[in-house]
């Protein structure tokens, strides 16, 4: 019998449940909500940090075509998130795209790596917002102890301003969508005014001879400088574009989904291009891209600032707007605190959908009576993302975010490809245009940008991917409510997802080989752990091939 896996959800049934009878969660969010979900979740302290390393090590003033390039990457996949967001306006983003278009196997597949983008980043910028907390109250002589802002990883004990942001943006979920929509509304105001009273203030200390030339010669070396370095730049700078597909995950929470969600996506997406652009531009043009060399964390915008003055006779320049910097690490937490915040609500969105298809169990996608928000699913992600906020250091899984984000578009785009042959006449309120160009060129931009990351980024992908594929196995599975529930056809996908996971476990083997060659033996241990990992997975895959259908 044919397995279960390819099965599609219904449009019919996705509308259904998208309906003001099978709708269990509030419609408060209009099209301005949107918008500010997008930003929120987009500007956060990427902009103020990557900025000037780009800049200096890669593109130098030229970093504003970068911008652009990026942009255009991250384009190509909102417009294919307008035209499902607009079809099928259902809490759950790209997974529930994907069920509808490739089939339970591939939304599995999908929302397993959306929980990796929206959890795992919620966790990773709790804990820089920590940082620049303690940035902060330096500013006013008070020293918050170490042992209680960073983890025992870092010579720490625990970090607790990371627990306490954590907690707070998700009883501000818990609470309710249009609460949660206030305050976003509220932090992206301050954080947005912050940008452009720096674009607006800078402007006119732009000295023109600090953009030339405006594409420095290559140094020789692929990626610095050149086109080369623009393009190394754009991949760089791309991480600050990440977000706006978290606007999606809110699309059972709007008013008009049909209207609203291409809306909040597009115009989230070409306001912060706008804002980061102009950002850069006067960033390069205030001071020589070279000083840049060297700063991290918010000193490249620390660099700038002070270059916004008159000169003195000897030379000396005395800046004009010294609180500036203090108000960019306003800017910098209140920005942290938004996307941490947005990041919640879609990973709670996604794992409310997966609940309802019967793929997790229901306590997910459990509604609290008053509140009309998933309670119980917040509460044991609270939890989650604490810890893992109190205690892992944030480079072990900064990236992971990227290469999560940058996976969900790559299904995305495919599925606008699948879906225009298999559902042509489906209502669209929005078209991507020159389909299949546009996601084909999706497709190509965002796996050139994973090809870029990492090595050790790759393995924390496959490791979490394969875990994934045991829930799936052991759970998803056997209890879909779209699956006919036959041991023959339970079997049969059984059978298909231990095949599968039996090539990612051999590609994870041979992925940490080589990176432990690459570093030379000094990953010894994320070596043998991915070693030992990917034994015992292709003994559990190998066993559920051979079983049979009882």
Not at 65 to 79: E, N, Q
Not at 104 to 118: P, R, S, T
Not at 324 to 329: G, S
């Amino acid at each position: 019998m044919a397995s279960q896996l390819w099965i599609k959800k219904p449009l019919e049934k996705l509308m259904q449940e998208s309906s003001g009878e099978g709708n269990q969660l509030k419609r408060t969010l209009g099209p301005g909500s949107l918008v500010a979900l997008g930003i929120g979740a987009i500007i956060g302290a990427g902009l103020f940090s990557i900025t000037g390393g780009a800049a200096a090590n890669q593109a130098g003033p030229a970093i504003t075509i970068s911008f652009i390039v990026a942009a255009l990457g991250c384009a190509f996949a909102g417009l294919c998130y307008a035209e499902f967001a607009s079809m099928i306006p259902v809490a759950g983003s790209a997974y529930t795209y994907s069920y509808a278009t490739m089939g339970e196997f591939i939304a599995w597949i999908i929302g397993w790596d959306l929980v990796l983008e929206y959890a795992v980043g919620a966790a990773t910028v709790s804990i820089s917002w920590s940082r620049y907390l303690v940035k902060f109250c330096e500013g006013f002589d008070v020293h918050l102890p170490t042992a209680l802002t960073v983890g025992p990883w870092d010579g720490g004990i625990i970090n607790l301003p990371a627990i306490f942001i954590v907690i707070l943006m998700s009883l501000l979920l818990m609470k309710g969508t249009q609460e949660s929509a206030t305050v976003n509304g509220v932090i992206v105001g301050l954080k947005v005014a912050v940008v452009i009273i720096f674009i607006i203030l800078g402007w006119k200390y732009i000295n023109e001879s600090n953009y030339v030339p405006y594409i420095p010669d290559n140094t020789g070396k692929f990626g610095e400088y050149g086109f080369s370095g623009i393009i190394r730049a754009a991949a760089i700078v791309f991480f600050a574009y990440i977000g706006f597909d978290a606007v999606s995950t809110a699309a059972q929470e709007a008013k008009n989904p049909r209207k609203d969600m291409p809306i909040g996506i597009l115009g989230s997406l070409v306001i912060c291009t706008v804002l980061y652009i102009l950002f850069a531009h006067v960033m390069t043009g205030v001071t020589p891209y070279t000083s840049f060399k060297g700063q991290d964390g918010i000193a490249p915008v620390a660099v700038a600032i002070e270059s916004m003055g008159t000169p003195d006779a000897s030379g000396a320049i005395h800046p004009d707007y010294p609180w500036l910097n203090r108000a960019i690490i306003v800017a910098i937490l209140a920005g942290y605190a938004s996307v941490i915040l947005v990041m919640l609500l879609g990973q709670s969105r996604v794992f409310f959908s997966m609940s309802k298809d019967g793929l997790l169990p229901r306590v997910f996608s459990a509604v609290h009576p008053k509140f009309q928000t998933p309670v119980k699913n917040n509460t044991m992600f609270l939890v989650f993302v604490s810890l893992f906020a109190a205690f892992v250091p944030a480079r072990v899984v900064g990236e992971m975010t990227s290469i999560g984000t940058l996976f969900a578009f790559i299904l995305v785009c495919i599925g606008i490809i699948v879906m225009r042959k298999q559902m042509p006449d489906a209502p669209r309120a929005f078209k991507t245009p020159l389909v299949p160009l546009v996601p084909i060129l999706g497709v190509a931009t965002c796996f050139f940008m994973m090809a870029f990351l990492p090595l050790d980024t790759w393995i924390r992908l496959f490791v979490w991917m394969i875990i994934g594929f045991d829930v799936y196995l052991y759970y998803g599975i056997k209890n879909s409510f779209l699956s006919n529930r036959l041991p023959a056809s339970i079997a049969a996908g059984s059978k298909t997802v231990a095949l599968v996971g039996i090539v990612l476990a051999v590609m994870l083997a041979v992925i940490a080989y080589f990176h432990h060659l690459q570093t030379e033996g000094a990953d010894t241990g994320i070596y043998y752990f991915s070693m030992v990992f990917a034994l015992i997975h292709l003994v559990m895959f190998g066993v559920a091939q051979t079983k049979k259908a009882a």
